[in-house]
T-cell receptor, first 114, second 116 residues
Framework: AQSVTQLGSHVSVSEGALVLLRCNYS??????LFWYVQYPNQGLQLLLK??????LVKGINGFEAEFKKSETSFHLTKPSAHMSDAAEYFC????????????FGKGTTLSVSS | GAVVSQHPSWVICKSGTSVKIECRSL??????MFWYRQFPKQSLMLMAT?????????EQGVEKDKFLINHASLTLSTLTVTSAHPEDSSFYIC????????????FGSGTRLTVV
């Protein structure tokens, strides 16, 4: 079975500071990993994903994540936070089999202060 | 890109009534659709997986007689909350897996259900 652990249910940063949201996964097969953002009362927006190939993945809005198999991690980073980055962030995992659902972590609320 | 249209975006219903939520894949065929439930300030919990033309597979703890899922065509999956109660109030989101080079998952915009 696959699972995702997001360390830190709430992260607070100042505008312009580094954003680091942590995600560790558990999977018995090579995983596909995703980061999504959700604004209040809205659906999910894909930030980035890792399937195969380059382990450093660049996404939208300046976010990036690095797949580290040895650490079973897929942490999300952004060099400089903007106020508009305040939202809920979810890490998710699936496998390569057709018909497999995404399994989500519990989420991390990012707050950005001026 | 692949788009899933989910309707309604919000619904208020009286306790004891049933509510149907639709998810349509607009520009691709969704062989498999996933249904999630999200309580306020919580994560998305997988409720069930629906496959076109066959019975849905429900996750442990999800009442299949309360949450009826139908996937009659490759472009439409529906979730019906039967005999709704206030504790069924939640945000329901559907998702379909997209393949090929654009591999990933596309999500509906969600349905906010409030049972009064």
């Amino acid at each position: 079975a696959q699972s995702v652990t997001q360390l830190g249910s709430h992260v607070s940063v100042s505008e312009g500071a580094l954003v680091l949201l942590r995600c560790n996964y558990s999977s018995s097969v090579p995983p596909y990993l995703f980061w999504y953002v959700q604004y209040p009362n809205q659906g999910l927006q894909l930030l980035l994903k890792y399937t195969t190939g380059a382990t450093l993945v660049k996404g939208i809005n300046g976010f990036e994540a690095e797949f580290k198999k040895s650490e079973t991690s897929f942490h999300l980073t952004k060099p400089s936070a903007h106020m508009s980055d305040a939202a809920e962030y979810f890490c998710a995992v699936s496998d390569q089999q057709a018909g497999t659902a995404l399994i989500f972590g519990k989420g991390t609320t990012l707050s950005v202060s001026s | 890109g692949a788009v899933v249209s989910q309707h309604p975006s919000w619904v208020i219903c009286k306790s004891g009534t049933s509510v149907k939520i639709e998810c349509r894949s607009l520009d691709f065929q969704a062989t498999t659709m996933f249904w999630y439930r999200q309580f306020p300030k919580q994560s998305l919990m997988l409720m069930a997986t629906s496959n076109e033309g066959s019975k849905a597979t429900y996750e442990q703890g999800v009442e299949k007689d309360k949450f009826l899922i139908n996937h009659a065509s490759l472009t439409l999956s529906t979730l019906t909350v039967t005999s709704a109660h206030p504790e069924d109030s939640s945000f329901y989101i559907c998702s379909a897996r997209t393949g090929g080079r654009g591999y990933g998952y596309t999500f509906g915009s969600g349905t906010r259900l409030t049972v009064v």
